[in-house]
């Protein structure tokens, strides 16, 4: 099938609450723009520097999503023009995003990354650092005019363990209830970002409310 059949696939199965991210890393910008003519609008990418090629070259009406581990001395080569940073996994990355959103004069959204899987690769924040970012946002003289916490994101362990997926997946979603009632300017928690090409079914199941989905799109890299 084309990526447009795949695409339009895809969305028929999504509830209207769930919002697509076409995960188009190392995929030709001339891949990306059948997917632009089919309708998306948001992509993910995990290297800012093929990001940034990718959106000199594309139509302006398109939301870029950092998808990827985020170094903070690169922030300042997405600041213009990134619509969503999904791997915040530290308050220093979070001060260096805020920082380089000013320069550009913008409010720049960003999900806090949640370690959930039982993985040693993956990255995120535990509960404890969770509540300690949280607690320092809900402090008006933070200083963090230019970044808004939208939501949480966190991927599951590797594994064909549907249960175990599961379990990871309800754990996102328990610390998204817990927490989604602390609203402070720069922080109201809204989305959920959780699955991928492999389990967004079950994610969404689960409560996701943005799925990053890219093989089943573009086909295998």
């Given at each position: 099938?084309?990526?447009?059949?795949?695409?339009?696939e895809i969305k028929?199965?999504?509830?209207?609450?769930?919002?697509?991210?076409?995960?188009?890393?190392?995929?030709?910008?001339?891949?990306?723009?059948?997917?632009?003519?089919?309708?998306?609008?948001?992509f993910?990418?995990?290297?800012?520097?093929?990001?940034?090629?990718?959106?000199?070259?594309?139509?302006?009406?398109?939301?870029?999503?950092m998808?990827?581990?985020?170094?903070?001395?690169?922030?300042?080569?997405?600041?213009?023009?990134?619509?969503?940073?999904?791997?915040?996994?530290?308050?220093?990355?979070?001060?260096?995003?805020?920082k380089?959103a000013?320069k550009?004069?913008?409010?720049?959204?960003?999900?806090?990354?949640?370690?959930?899987?039982?993985?040693e690769?993956?990255?995120?924040?535990?509960?404890?650092?969770?509540?300690?970012?949280?607690?320092f946002?809900?402090?008006?003289?933070?200083?963090?005019?230019n970044?808004?916490?939208v939501?949480?994101?966190?991927?599951?362990?590797?594994?064909?363990?549907?249960?175990?997926?599961?379990?990871?997946?309800?754990?996102?979603?328990?610390?998204?209830?817990?927490?989604?009632?602390?609203?402070?300017?720069?922080?109201?928690?809204?989305?959920?970002?959780?699955?991928?090409?492999?389990?967004?079914q079950?994610?969404?199941?689960?409560?996701?409310t943005?799925?990053?989905?890219?093989?089943?799109?573009?086909?295998?890299?």
């Amino acid at each position: 099938m084309s990526i447009q059949e795949n695409l339009l696939e895809i969305k028929a199965t999504l509830p209207s609450q769930v919002t697509l991210v076409a995960v188009s890393k190392t995929k030709p910008v001339a891949d990306l723009m059948k997917a632009y003519g089919a309708g998306q609008r948001i992509f993910g990418e995990n290297k800012i520097q093929e990001m940034s090629e990718k959106w000199e070259q594309m139509p302006k009406d398109i939301q870029w999503h950092m998808i990827g581990h985020v170094q903070t001395n690169k922030v300042k080569f997405m600041a213009k023009y990134v619509h969503l940073i999904h791997g915040v996994d530290s308050l220093k990355l979070l001060s260096a995003i805020n920082k380089q959103a000013m320069k550009h004069n913008r409010v720049i959204d960003c999900l806090l990354q949640m370690y959930i899987a039982e993985e040693e690769s993956k990255f995120g924040l535990d509960e404890n650092e969770l509540k300690e970012i949280l607690h320092f946002l809900q402090n008006d003289t933070n200083g963090m005019q230019n970044i808004k916490i939208v939501g949480l994101m966190g991927m599951a362990t590797f594994t064909a363990n549907q249960n175990q997926i599961k379990k990871e997946f309800l754990h996102l979603k328990t610390l998204f209830d817990k927490y989604s009632t602390l609203k402070t300017k720069n922080c109201q928690l809204k989305t959920i970002s959780m699955g991928m090409s492999g389990d967004y079914q079950l994610a969404i199941d689960c409560g996701s409310t943005m799925v990053r989905i890219g093989s089943s799109i573009f086909g295998s890299r």
